[in-house]
């Protein structure tokens, strides 16, 4: 990664953010609730799906009117513990946080609920959906599926996006696991980086686009595919994501899934209320004894600590809250454009 | 793997076990429950969990008092999409598959159903429970703990069990996907394999007892632990496991886990009704393409063609079905044993 040229607060980059897509017309709640998701990204350190990278594409894909800034999702089933939205073309966020407070909701009462939605843009941060079923005491699962970029394993042709997944598990208010993982071994956005510093990429990461293993990041991103994680394990995954978010639903699948930035196939998401099998407290107190188990565990060679799922990017959010999000020049330069182009004032950089 | 010292049918198979356990005082319902589920298990190739291996360590479970034999399962939890069974300390595979019928039951009315169950013995090959599930058109989910041997990533004591997990797709009466595996990298058995035949085991696989990386199975075998699959995402899925068996359902997790080849933490199943989210054959439909988009792949180099997750387990099932089950001598010996013991005649072998 190339240094970066200053640093944004969050909340101005919030104000940046929620300005601009008033200017192409989202409401002010809808744009309010995609900020919020970006910015968050941001600040846990996860750059690739936050305000600076994903604005432009989003702000293009209103333009062209691949969102619908005016969507009114509605449902297409809708039970006590199960549902299915359609997105009305709308922003991915605004979609996908509507299922998962749908699915909290309901799982306060039935003890579990699960919800899809389709028919909307590209989600964004999935952990972001985890981090919200946590915060009501409740365990949730989310997984999307996306263009194809991934060969089953034996195969050279892709079948599946990176379709990833997010396990959160509530520990405490201050406290909680996020599992969220792409099922390929790495993401596209990983190799560009590579292939800008003139580096190799490792064995086992990528195909160029005749299906051959490479170690060059250039013969990948030349209509290359990447590998699921794990070998046939990954593979597994892969597939059972493509299922649960796209065949399952009746959302768009493999090639059916339009490539782009701001695009995405289906979302599902389940939230499970822990105390509807036993009291929280116990849960709670079993949660901080694996926890221990795991934090007082000599680090291996090569390793300074044990980590949580999710800890270092809890850290990075801690330091991005208080010390600011770092701007990178080519990001900024987009951000500029559209500043621009919309009339609205970029945020202020600190040195 | 030792060459084998002949076949037996699986019907020949199945009745040596329904008697070994009849003859240790099990019910003929749940003697046929757990020889079913084992017999299977050596249909499908997976014979680390069929009867030659697992029936001597059964029997010596309830001999010595481990596994009730007469155990009656109990509801401690019982609402109409979530239930969670207290197993009574009777056998994995009658308290797992009853767990099973029940999510299946439950979701036929709700779409939905998520069952725990805790205090029984080892529940076998997870496949059998999706197996079970995808028979009524349902997507099914099966999780379960086993005793510490995994290390979390970046630590050196082990804290999770090998924590296998299923997820099981249908899609008709002859064909379904079923993932099942490990979210160690490696399952222990394998490593003995290594170990008998004085070879050294890739690296990457397991640390001696010191937690150190070694390529030597001895010195795995020797107090050694295992190391998650794909790093840190392994790790995640791991640990992902151990809380959904283990903490959520109050079973026992890490090391208060006994130690042995009959104990298990918990078990955590889950039916989602297809049909409840859309019409089945629209579902089916979409299977078949993405079914025929994954095996028209051409293979990669050292692949002779792509298999879906379960098809070798299938392709096995079909062969043994019909040309039986090979017979190993050392766990010939092992059943030799329990035969002379409990005066059941072993099954017919044909060479």
Redesign the interface.
Known sequence: MADYIGKVRSDDLFKFSVDVFLKVGVPRKDAETVSEHLVTANLRGVDSHGAFVRIPHYVSAVQKGIINPKSKARFV?N????A?IDGDRGFGPVVAMKATELAVRRAKR???C?V?ARNMSHVGMLARYTLRVVEEDM?GLAATNSPPIV???????P?FGTNPFT?G?PVDENLS?I?D?ATS?VAAGKIAVYASKGERIPEGWA?DKD???TTDPKAFLDKGMLLP??G??????S??V???A?????AP???RIARGWATQGGFLVEA?N?S???PYM??QK??F??IQ??KS?????G?N???L?GEPERREYEKRLSQGIPVYPDTWESLKKVSHELGVDLPPVMS
Request: no cysteine; charged share 15%; net charge negative.
């Open positions: 089933k039970t006590s513990n199960l299915l039935t003890g579990i699960l899809g365990i060969v089953p394993w034996g195969g050279t042709k079948v396990i598990f696991i599992v993982m071994v195909f299906g051959k293993p994680f794990g046939y394990k990954g593979y597994g995954l597939l059972s493509e299922v649960f796209g065949l399952l639903i009746g699948f493999g090639s499970i822990v509807s099998f036993r116990e849960y079993d949660m004894e694996l188990a795991i565990n000599p680090p291996a060679e390793f600590e044990v980590l799922p």
